[in-house]
């Protein structure tokens, strides 16, 4: 339940402008969640949200990591915890993953800048990644694997 939730938090900060832990509590409302301002307040420390300026003052953001070792062990830690399993047609690699998460793994691949992928599209528990050449699918798809089994 929680890393769902912690998926829906990341959903919705991608998506609108959350200031307060009040407007967070009531954006997880509307999507279902059934929560108190004390577990958003964990969730906030657990995730390390920051607070970053904006032209109305202050909003919450995903931390941005400054190293590569830090993305990697994100990448991992997401990958291993929500992605169910990788296939692939031509230079296209799908990846299924649980209900929800679709949308943030799609965005870590998009911010790896990984040379052989173009893009993602991703659904509820789905993604698509493009990868060219052609050629290069089994090593990206052998890349994500090592995440998912790191």
Do not use: W
């Not at 169910?84 to 679709?102: C, R």
Request: hydrophobic share 40%; with cysteine; proline share 3%.
């Amino acid at each position: 339940m929680k890393l769902r939730r912690h998926f829906a938090i990341m959903d919705i900060l991608s998506k609108q402008r959350i200031a307060t832990q009040e407007e967070l509590c009531e954006a997880l409302s509307s999507n279902g969640y059934d929560i108190t301002q004390a577990t958003v307040s964990r969730d906030i420390k657990e995730m390390h949200l920051i607070k970053i300026p904006d032209k109305e003052g202050y909003h919450y953001a995903l931390p941005e990591s400054k190293t590569a070792g830090g993305t990697y062990e994100r990448m991992r830690r997401i990958f291993q915890d929500s992605v169910v399993s990788i296939d692939y047609s031509e230079s296209l690699v799908v990846i299924k993953t649980l209900p929800g998460a679709a949308q943030s793994v799609a965005s870590l691949i998009d911010a790896s800048n990984h040379k052989n992928i173009l893009g993602t599209v991703a659904g509820d528990d789905t993604v698509f990644t493009v990868v060219k050449p052609k050629e290069a699918v089994i090593s990206v798809i052998e890349e994500f694997e090592q995440l998912v089994n790191a």
